[in-house]
Nanobody, 124 residues
């Protein structure tokens, strides 16, 4: 069992940057792919980015491609999401997730465990 705890959310102006971090507790984190999802008020949870267990393969939703960067550190047991050029439509609660394969983490069906979420608000 791997527990996930997100941090780094907050309030930022349009065009600004934030870095989200997800700390995993558990010895098997390095064998898992990891990803980030988000849920805006009144909307369904959606995939943002995913990364393979070894950190080589990365996947991004079209809405964040070129602005967000996902990274994974199997020594520190973390998966981070660097978010640049933020827009008001990026406002959401962001959730860290793990699964068996990075390419399957592009949908919620590929998720084995969730974090509790961290809120990101982008003001216009």
């Amino acid at each position: 069992q791997v527990q996930l705890v997100e941090s780094g959310g907050g309030l930022v102006q349009t065009g600004g940057s934030l870095r989200l971090s997800c700390q995993a507790a558990g010895r098997t984190f390095s064998s898992y792919a990891a990803g980030w999802f988000r849920q805006a008020p009144g909307k369904e949870r959606e995939y943002v980015a995913a990364i393979s267990s070894h950190g080589v393969n990365k996947y991004y939703a079209d809405s964040v491609k070129g602005r967000f960067t996902i990274s994974k550190d199997n020594v520190r047991n973390t998966v981070d999401l660097q978010m640049n050029s933020l827009k008001p439509e990026d406002t959401a609660v962001y959730y860290c997730a793990i699964g068996t394969r990075g390419d399957l983490l592009t949908t919620q069906r590929g998720v084995d465990s969730w974090g509790q979420g961290t809120r990101v608000t982008v003001s216009s």
